[in-house]
């Protein structure tokens, strides 16, 4: 299957251990987003959380802001914005700020919150979550159309003839898009509004098998309500880690994953539901977890695509720490080298240079030799034997 113009990127919840310095863990994150800009990465997705001492970033917001003074290219937004912790108003104000200051790098990612533990500390019941983020998802759109004052009321929060004080700097807004995990309800939310889709429950084993499912539920409520989605702004969020071997990558990760699986996820979060005992098997056999060389990754990054029945605009590879820094990074830089240009279309034309000079080389380069050689002999000089034998072998394969 050919592709082109894939886009790579990361979700940055973050993770990292408890115990972990988080001064210096934040400090890690700001540098890894450096490096993938350098690297040629297209897009880092932050996220927000308040509770559980893994995922330490409170406000994507800020984490951008300094993000975007050390980069250059890098597109940047939130993984996710949970909306009912915020007032709809405030939102839409911060990320058309941001895509002032940023000059068009800010994208908004929403989701009803994913800890538990954050909506329980704010007073929010679980079954309100989704709710809520489709009436504050409505009420940013409706601000970011900047056509009238927006009056709306409901049991969490009011606008009185609100507007915004900005128009976004990118027309007609930011990218938007919306999480999806397990249920339904984020790509139902996408297709109402016709924004993009975060798949966040592709890196699930067994998510990969509801893509197309999903995909197909987000285009009919998208069509009730008069709109389209996009497949370019479908992103899939798996876990990523890249080595020359498969055997290295393996040897690399196998600990840390391990550790990350069975104190957070299971002694701090209870084992959030879908979420496997042993993912890191579990994920490599179902293919939402690509671990190996630059060809094993390439391999699942193919079959991935063929889940989705058509393709998608984005791969988000899930920031962790299972590998030691210098092996972290290191996974990075060879996706980057060896495995992101050939979903970019950026080899064909080396390729195909390079098919020709070769295939052409006898009537290309051969005058050239020829030329070399009578410059020897008109100066009275003995052609050297190394262009000797160059000159015999030419004349064998002509």
């Known amino acids: 299957m050919a592709h082109r113009g894939l886009r790579f990127g990361i979700f940055l919840a973050p993770f990292h251990r408890v115990g972990d310095n988080p001064t210096l863990a934040l400090g890690r994150d700001l540098e890894l987003v450096q490096w993938l800009d350098t690297l040629g990465y297209d897009e880092a997705w932050i996220g927000e959380h308040h509770s559980a001492g893994w995922e330490i970033i409170a406000s994507p917001e800020i984490f951008i802001a300094a993000a975007a003074e050390r980069t250059k290219h890098i597109m940047l937004g939130s993984g996710v914005t949970s909306l009912p912790y915020h007032h709809p108003l405030l939102v839409a104000q911060r990320f058309v700020q941001l895509d002032h200051m940023t000059r068009g790098r800010v994208m908004l990612g929403c989701g009803p919150g994913a800890l538990v533990s954050d909506a329980y500390m704010m007073g929010i019941p679980a079954e309100a979550q989704r709710r809520r983020m489709d009436e504050s998802l409505g009420a940013i759109m409706r601000l970011l159309a900047c056509e009238e004052p927006v009056t709306l009321k409901t049991d969490w929060f009011e606008l009185r003839e609100a507007r915004l004080h900005l128009a976004p700097y990118t027309h007609p807004h930011f990218p938007i898009a919306v999480a999806s995990v397990t249920t339904p309800a984020g790509v139902l939310a996408a297709g109402k509004y016709g924004l993009g889709l975060l798949s966040i429950g592709a890196g699930l084993p067994g998510g990969n098998a509801k893509l197309a499912e999903h995909w197909r539920l987000g285009e009919a409520e998208a069509a009730k309500h008069g709109r389209t989605l996009d497949r370019a702004g479908w992103r899939l969020v798996v876990n990523m880690h890249c080595a020359e071997e498969d055997e290295r990558a393996m040897r ?10 069975l104190s957070y996820f299971s002694e701090t979060l209870g084992r959030p539901p879908m979420r496997s005992e042993d993912p890191l098997t579990d ?3 179902a293919g939402t977890t690509l671990v190996g060389s630059p060809d094993t990754i390439a391999r699942g990054i193919e079959r991935l695509l063929e889940y989705t029945e058509g393709g998608c605009g984005g791969i988000l590879f899930r920031s962790h720490e299972w590998a030691n820094r210098e092996d972290t990074l ?21 390729a195909q240079s390079r098919e020709w000079c070769s295939a ?33 072998t030419d004349k064998l394969g002509s």
Request: aromatic fraction near 10%; charge should be positive.
């Open 252 to 261: 690399e990760v196998r600990a840390g994953e391990r550790l990350e699986t």
């Open 283 to 285: 994920g490599l056999k």
């Open 330 to 350: 290191r996974s990075y830089e060879l996706f980057a080298r060896w495995v992101m240009p050939r979903f970019q279309g950026s080899l064909t034309m080396p």
């Open 360 to 392: 052409n080389r006898t009537g290309i380069f051969g005058p050239n030799m020829d030329a070399l050689r009578k410059a020897f002999v008109d100066a009275g000089q003995e052609v050297p034997e190394h262009m000797r034998l160059r000159l015999f």
